[in-house]
């Protein structure tokens, strides 16, 4: 009755291709980080976050993959209702196990992608700060004009005078 949709396939296979997945993710945040740190040339960076990006598109697809197959074995399409079909299936709780390191590597991606992020904030923010100094100019606050538009006030900024 199950075929394709066995419990032990939908969570087995899955979590092992999830952790395969993750566990790549996590090397490539990694070298984002290095990359990011040692001001490698742009087209490395983009070369290393188009490798990102495939990546979660591909936990992306298998958790589309993974709400389908549980709305199909009649179960809500969320952790509760893998939850279910684990003990169903995993009385020996070894498919919990990797569920839970699928679940621990998830969150360290995470942590590594928003460290990654403050690092390109930081950067970004610095490179502001010299664009202000070479044009004299600082961007003042956002504003509304009569017509809904938005504008920045600018205010000019003196960076040398002469005597």
Not at 30 to 45: F, G, K
């Amino acid at each position: 009755q199950w075929g394709v949709l066995h419990p032990e396939a939908l969570s087995g296979g899955l979590l092992e291709d999830e952790a395969r997945i993750l566990a790549d993710l996590e090397q490539l945040l990694e070298r984002e980080h290095q990359i990011l740190v040692h001001n490698e040339s742009p087209e490395i960076l983009e070369a290393a976050c188009t490798e990102r990006q495939l990546r979660i598109g591909e936990l992306v697809r298998l958790q589309d993959e993974r709400r389908s197959s549980l709305r199909m074995l009649g179960e809500t399409p969320d952790n509760a209702g893998l939850d279910a079909v684990l003990r169903r299936c995993d009385a020996a709780d070894r498919l919990r196990s990797r569920w839970q390191h699928c679940a621990t590597a998830a969150t360290r991606c995470r942590e590594l992608n928003d460290r990654n992020g403050a690092l390109v904030q930081a950067r970004m923010k610095r490179v502001e700060g010299l664009l202000e100094v070479l044009s004299g100019e600082r961007p003042g606050p956002r504003i509304y004009g009569r017509q809904g538009q938005v504008a920045n006030v600018s205010t000019a900024r003196l960076v040398a005078a002469e005597a």
